[in-house]
């Protein structure tokens, strides 16, 4: 008669047992995430990508969660720029330069949804040397950087931009 009570607690004190297991597990266990949560994770943002003109000069895209367009900080800075046309001499540094061609113009047009931003590359003379410039990057004249901002005006579809409308800028940065 013993047996069948020891079996009998024995069953009483698993079930105890797992139901405190059990509880545990629940309570301890972490949350589920929310739908929208897990969208929140699972949600990739594209943008358009269309283009703004800061008023430093600089474009830039639709970025962030909100597609918004944000400018560079404008630094006060006293860095000297020169804008010349294709095939106007100027001088850095005493150093003679000129832009004498557009070798890529395959920036997507203002008025036109691309995939691609595309690019610009100019040819720079400068001095005896030759270089071949995006926007954002410099060349080392003398030692010194050389950068080149902006190329413009930006393409429209509707118009092929003449030789004769090309403007260069490039931020100067001389010696101290």
Known sequence: ????????????????????????????????????????????????????????????GRSGPSCEFKCPESAATSTPKAVVGLNEPFEFNAVPMKVWAVTEDSRCPSDVTCIQAGRVKIALNYGSSTAELEIGQNVAVEGLPLTLDEVSPYPVSTHKTGDEEYRFTFSIHPLN
């Open 1 to 60: 008669m013993q047996k069948p009570i020891i079996t009998v607690l024995l069953l009483i004190v698993a079930l105890v047992a797992a139901t405190k297991v059990r509880s545990f597990i629940k309570n301890n266990a972490p949350a589920e995430p929310t739908p929208e949560e897990i969208a929140a994770e699972t949600e990739t943002v594209i943008c358009t990508m269309d283009a703004m003109m800061c008023p430093d000069g600089s474009y830039v």
